[in-house]
């Protein structure tokens, strides 16, 4: 595997709400929020853990998501 596949794997793991929170670090990141296809890929990757989410980590999700919005 790659160091990549390696990183996104690692990624999939996560928590929702790290896995918010981590996309947003990136976003914000000078040097990787610049690398199209590696946004893309975490965000691909966060839509899918998105839809197999359970209705309670779906909640929480909202929750974090809606803290973070106001911040």
Not at 37 to 46: C, D, G, P, V
Not at 48 to 66: G, I, K, V
């Amino acid at each position: 595997m790659s160091n990549l596949e390696v990183r996104l794997e690692v990624f999939h793991q996560l928590p929702l709400r790290a896995q918010l929170a981590f996309v947003a670090a990136t976003r914000t990141n000078p040097t990787l929020g610049k690398n199209q296809e590696y946004m893309e890929s975490l965000e691909r990757i966060h839509a899918e853990c998105l839809r197999s989410a359970t209705p309670q980590q779906r909640a929480a999700y909202d929750q974090a998501r809606a803290n973070l919005l106001q911040s």
